[in-house]
T-cell receptor, first 112, second 113 residues
């Protein structure tokens, strides 16, 4: 158990809808990272937050947004969902050095 | 785009044998890490090797790093069925213009009992 929790575990929704994925980092970790893993694109970095502020941005679509709250949990919002958004979404957290990332179990999103 | 490319893409060996996976990357790095992922699960950190290190051990794992060739290898000795998983290398290039951990494409390892 990494200490990172993600909810929900599974999500099935329809195209055009909006969903929110939630992540609670390990106790004390200030950085939260979001990744998307799909069969064709592999593991893609989406975005990083550090202590509430956006720190780095990757291949995140404009339809996606994220935030980190004062209690350090983070949410990833996916809107106007398309079939191609079906994937595993992982959250990871890291401590002060930001080197090792600890991954949550992921949320499996299926867009029908 | 992927910073790291693992080779081979898939590997099947008999239990007890050693497994070697390779990773190549493109830019200068601070460190290189290896992660394991069991099917559909989260990634688990295995080992980190810094750019000024050449070799590192952790239990049955041995990692080498050749910064001149921009490559790394992960050796798992005396493999077990529980080692069946996908293995990813990840490069940390902060300070070299890439402020994020970038994962490779992964090697799918299958241990045959």
């Amino acid at each position: 158990d990494s200490g990172v929790t993600q909810t929900p575990k599974h999500l099935i929704t329809a195209t055009g809808q909006r969903v929110t994925l939630r992540c609670s980092p390990r106790s004390g970790d200030l950085s939260v990272y979001w990744y998307q893993q799909s069969l064709d694109q592999g593991l893609q970095f989406l975005i990083q937050y550090y202590n509430g502020e956006e720190r780095a941005k990757g291949n995140i679509l404009e339809r996606f947004s994220a935030q980190q709250f004062p209690d350090l949990h983070s949410e990833l919002n996916l809107s106007s969902l398309e079939l191609g958004d079906s994937a595993l979404y992982f959250c990871a957290s890291s401590g002060t050095t930001g080197e090792t990332q600890y991954f949550g179990p992921g949320t499996r999103l299926l867009v029908l | 785009s992927q910073q790291g490319e693992e080779d081979p893409q898939a590997l099947s060996i008999q239990e007890g044998e050693n497994a070697t996976m390779n990773c190549s990357y493109k830019t200068s790095i601070n460190n290189l890490q290896w992660y394991r992922q069991n099917s559909g699960r989260g990634l688990v950190h295995l080992i980190l090797i810094r750019s000024n290190e050449r070799e590192k051990h952790s239990g049955r794992l041995r990692v080498t790093l050749d910064t001149s060739k921009k490559s790394s290898s992960l050796l798992i000795t005396a493999s077990r069925a529980a080692d069946t998983a996908s293995y990813f290398c990840a490069t940390d290039a902060r300070g070299f213009g890439n402020e994020k951990l970038t994962f490779g494409t992964g090697t799918r390892l299958t241990i045959i009992p």
